[in-house]
């Protein structure tokens, strides 16, 4: 299983789990997260890059790598993405080198599936 499709599948899989909860708080809470990073004054893209950033700060590998994720989706290039590695390193000191170590690893993973041929999935299964 790779990397990214064990994050994906345990995320998915806990994200239900909690919200089946059914606790209101909670799915609010959720709730929130999701309509934060929608289009608004500031676009998908630029969000998904300030919560990576934050996220590197803040030294949470699981946000670090579903921004990564997400700024993949959003056509973020390499260029820029050094960037964003540039300033939260800048903003949260030498700590933050390991997660940018993750990150790095995480973003060749990304880069490497979506060149790698999907396999093919049963819907019937």
């Known amino acids: 299983m790779s990397l990214i499709t064990e994050f994906n599948d345990y995320r ?3 994200n239900e789990k909690i919200l089946a909860a059914d606790n209101k ?3 609010r809470f959720f709730n929130l997260d999701t309509n934060t990073y929608q289009e608004g004054a500031l ?16 030294r949470c590998d699981d946000c670090i790598k579903y921004h990564l994720g997400k700024c ?8 820029e993405l050094y960037e964003v590695f540039a300033i939260a390193n800048l903003i949260g000191g030498s700590i933050v080198i390991p997660h940018f170590r993750r990150a ?7 880069k490497a599936e ?7 999935h049963s819907h019937d299964a």
């Open 12 to 14: 998915q899989q806990m």
């Open 25 to 27: 708080v909670i799915k």
């Open 43 to 58: 676009n998908v893209k630029t969000k998904e890059i300030v919560g990576l950033a934050c996220s590197m700060v803040l």
């Open 72 to 79: 993949y989706e959003e056509g973020v290039n390499e260029e």
């Open 104 to 110: 790095v690893e995480y973003w060749e993973a990304l």
């Open 114 to 120: 979506a060149v790698a041929p999907a396999p093919e």
